[in-house]
């Protein structure tokens, strides 16, 4: 995904990896945003939720989904 910095103002990418990554950590410690940190100036830029889930619409959580192989 595309991130524009708002301290420099220059875009900068974050890869796919980073964006699922991230996604996992906000739905372990229930995070609403995550800060991605800017390479031009080192500052930190927030990315919503809904934002990486746009960017990485594949993404699944990784909860015990799994259903125990019974009848159902
Ligand atoms: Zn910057």
């Known amino acids: 995904m595309q991130i524009r910095c708002q301290q420099c103002h220059k875009p900068y990418g974050v890869a796919k990896d980073a964006v699922f990554a991230a996604l996992d950590e906000m739905e372990a410690?229930?995070?609403?945003?995550y800060d991605f940190k800017c390479p031009h100036c080192r500052r930190v830029n927030r990315a919503s939720h809904a934002e990486l889930l746009r960017a990485a619409p594949d993404w699944h959580k990784e909860k015990d989904e799994e259903t125990e192989d019974g009848d159902h």
């Open 29 to 33: 410690e229930s995070l609403h945003h």
